[in-house]
């Protein structure tokens, strides 16, 4: 009860907040850094795993390439990045000491779950809808941004909601090799004793994570298939949204 009592009396000080180095600061390089590395994930992961889905091809070797992120750990790949030369500990502007090395560290940690679920996401459109586009006389590229895309979306979003929750969760370690974020405000507490500090700082990045994901979720509905009614007879299926899609596509 001691412990949680001064990790109130830390989270309700102004002092804990501001200055160099208080949680504020810390809290805005983190989510700076976590929406930086989801960022460049997502341009490379989603153009990459998107037209791979429109060809049909490549999907396998791009994905199991992306997944051997996931079999070296984050933590392991940031400490070699840090003690190496390049690009090592030194500041990267707003991002902080060792900035760099945690960027690249994260980006390649959110590249798989976002390319994985790209790929399957244009590979589980119907095929009726493909023939449908193409009997419409659309090209490749109008079949793929008027068919395709709009029934890969949920599932791309869902793959760039689950990164987003994990590269920020992630992030904390960086502060284990000097790296910048508000895990720096978890070890400090811990290494001198004050774990009341510690704790604090732990409750802020699980709530900040619980909103990231709150608003990712809503996200994610608002690119959802629109729903008539409560009963199945009212529900628009994938096909029927598609096919209006593609009507919409060809009439324009």
């Known amino acids: 009860m001691i412990v949680l009592r001064d990790a109130w009396r830390y989270l309700t000080d102004p002092a804990s ?10 809290l805005l390089q983190q989510l700076l850094l976590t929406l930086t590395a989801l960022g460049l994930a997502a341009a490379l992961g989603l153009s990459v795993a998107l037209w791979l889905g429109h060809l049909g091809r490549g999907g396998f070797l ?6 051997v992120g996931r079999a070296v750990p984050t933590f392991a790949l940031l400490a070699l990045l840090v003690v190496a030369e390049w690009p090592g500990t ?13 960027l690249i560290a994260l980006t390649l940690f959110a590249l798989p779950p976002i390319i994985t679920h790209a790929y399957v996401a244009v590979r589980e459109v119907p095929a009726d ?3 449908s586009a193409r009997g419409m006389g659309m090209t490749g590229w109008q079949q793929f941004w008027r068919a395709e895309l709009p029934l890969a979306l949920p599932l791309v979003v869902s793959g760039v909601r689950l ?5 920020w969760a992630t992030a904390t370690i960086a502060a284990m090799v000097a790296g910048p974020g508000l895990g720096r405000v978890i070890t400090d ?8 500090q510690g704790i604090a700082g732990a409750v802020v990045v699980a709530l900040v ?32 949204v598609a096919a209006t899609t593609v009507s919409a596509g060809a009439d324009a």
């Open 189 to 196: 507490g811990f290494y001198r004793s004050h774990y009341g």
């Open 62 to 67: 791009a994905i199991n390439i992306s997944n």
């Open 90 to 102: 030194q500041a990267f502007g707003t991002y902080g000491r060792a900035g760099l090395a945690t």
């Open 209 to 240: 994570a619980l909103g990231l994901e709150v608003a990712a979720a809503w996200a994610q509905r608002l690119v959802q298939p629109a729903r008539g009614g409560r009963s199945s007879s009212h529900r628009e299926d994938p096909l029927s």
């Open 17 to 26: 907040w501001t200055g160099d180095g208080g949680m504020a600061e810390l």
């Open 129 to 131: 809808v493909r023939e």
């Open 163 to 167: 990164a987003l929750v994990q590269v």
